[in-house]
């Protein structure tokens, strides 16, 4: 089974601190892909990376950063956050295509105060 | 852009009877992809179905099943003999081989026992 995990389920930070979000995924998929998700807004889509080193915005992008050194890890930075970056940060992966699956991890949820 | 559209932020049904969960989209290409994720309390979102738009076949996978009308650019989800742990938030979305996917904002469905 695809795993997806992400590095804590629940985080509590400070305006105007640097946030990091860890996600890791152990089936070699080629794509990885960060959501937030907010109560009647659904699903957006804020980075993705079709491969290492490679990144591309997504709908959402401002006042957050990504970073993808190895395959399978895929980061998170929210540079200096806000209260409006509270909300729960989804990570996904899947292999090359836009037929696949996406496999998710179980989520951060993220209270900045 | 291509939108997704779910017009039922919330439904509910009773345990054993079949609900239909709406879903439209709006997009100009001719070949893409279209999902239903499922989103538990607290777990997981997991891929329900998906079906492509050149297979004119409706997928089908167990109780679920999806009724997609390319012309009408709607893919609804038929939930038959409906189960408690069948209550979630579901999400549908589209993909193509340009765009990731892009997800509706949700219906939250609740199974009465």
């Known amino acids: 089974d695809v795993k997806v995990t992400q590095s804590s389920r629940y985080l509590v930070k400070r305006t105007g601190e640097k946030v990091f979000l860890e996600c890791v995924q152990d089936m070699d998929h080629e794509n990885m892909f960060w959501y937030r998700q907010d109560p009647g807004l659904g699903l957006r889509l804020i980075y993705f990376s079709y491969d290492v080193k490679m990144k591309e915005k997504g709908d959402i992008p401002e006042g957050y950063s990504v970073s993808r050194e190895k395959k399978e890890r895929f980061s998170l930075i929210l540079e200096s956050a806000s209260t409006n970056q509270t909300s729960m940060y989804l990570c996904?992966?899947?292999?090359?295509?836009?037929?696949?699956?996406?496999?998710f991890g179980p989520g951060t949820r993220l209270l900045v105060l | 852009a291509q939108t997704v559209t779910q017009s039922q932020p919330e439904m509910s049904v009773q345990e054993a009877e079949t609900v239909t969960l709406s879903c439209t989209y709006d997009t100009s290409e001719s070949d893409y992809y279209l999902f239903w994720y499922k989103q538990p309390p607290s777990r997981q979102m997991i891929l329900v179905i998906r079906q492509e738009a050149y297979k004119q076949q409706n997928a089908t996978e167990n109780r679920f099943s999806v009724n997609f009308q390319k012309a009408a650019k709607s893919f609804s989800l038929k939930i038959s003999d409906s189960q408690l742990g069948d209550a979630a938030m579901y999400f549908c979305?589209?993909?193509?081989?340009?765009?990731?996917?892009?997800f509706g904002k949700g219906t939250r469905l609740s199974v009465i026992a």
């Open positions: 979305a589209w993909s193509s081989g340009n765009t990731p996917l892009v």
């Open positions: 996904a992966s899947s292999l090359g295509g836009p037929q696949e699956t996406q496999y």
